[in-house]
């Protein structure tokens, strides 16, 4: 199993500020997800941060307002860019793999940002 | 397009049983996830089923039909720790991200 540690876990932030969010995993793995969870909802993927080319964001998401770096096989960060309180949310990574019958998935601990 | 659906809100006692139904529409199917998610928590892992049947773990069991598109999650002997969101998430394709329900909340009681 993957160990994920996302910082950090909380934020606080000024609206116009931004934030840029860790994620540092214990072994190599080829795609990480960005995932944000807006109150009382469910997860929402931002983008696949893929090592050695650029994320790939899904509809509704931009990366410059959410840049991505993924500099190795064990890290990555988002930064949520020019704040405002619409972008409180839990913000996850996850990795996993899954091509057989024994598989997982996983997520780091959350950061939960509130923009004031 | 892509849809799972399951139901937003269950009740149950304590050392009662409960399924939790999911339904999905995807493009692609590499799997059926089931995570369980505490208030203010990340989600924890509890399932993966990719071929059709039951897989028990412990007092929780998943069970998968592909030509339904259907699956369940079946809590037995039910604690007050168990109360917590639900969510059911489809992997569409090998190793890509994965596509989640809106989850279901259910509240244990005495």
């Known amino acids: 199993s993957a160990v994920i540690s996302q910082k950090p876990s909380r934020d606080i932030c000024q609206r116009g500020t931004s934030l840029t969010i860790q994620c540092q995993v214990d072994?190599?793995?080829?795609?990480m997800f960005w995932y944000r969870q807006q109150p009382g909802q469910s997860l929402t993927l931002i983008a696949t941060?893929?090592?050695?080319?650029?994320?790939?964001?899904e509809s509704g998401f931009v990366i410059d307002k959410f840049p991505i770096s993924r500099p190795n096989l064990t890290f990555s960060t988002l930064t949520v860019s020019n704040m405002s309180p619409e972008d409180s949310s839990i913000y996850l990574c996850?990795?996993?793999?899954?091509?057989?019958?024994?598989?997982?998935?996983?997520f780091g601990q959350g950061t939960r940002l509130t923009v004031v | 397009g892509q849809n799972i659906d399951q139901p937003t809100e269950m009740t149950a006692t304590e050392g009662a049983i409960v399924q939790i139904n999911c339904t999905y529409q995807?493009?692609?199917?590499?799997?059926l996830f089931w995570y369980q998610q505490h208030a203010g928590e990340a989600p924890t892992f509890l399932s993966y089923n990719v071929l059709d049947g039951l897989e028990e773990k412990g007092r929780f069991s998943s069970f998968l039909s592909r030509s339904k598109g259907y699956s369940y999650l079946l809590l037995k002997e039910l604690q007050m720790k168990d109360s917590a969101s639900y969510l059911c998430a489809v992997g569409n394709q090998a190793g890509t991200a994965l596509i989640f329900g809106k989850g279901t909340t259910l509240s244990v009681s005495s």
């Open positions: 072994s190599q793995v080829t795609m």
């Open positions: 941060a893929n090592q050695g080319s650029e994320a790939t964001y």
């Open positions: 995807t493009s692609g199917f590499n799997g």
């Open positions: 996850s990795v996993g793999s899954w091509a057989g019958v024994n598989t997982e998935a996983f």
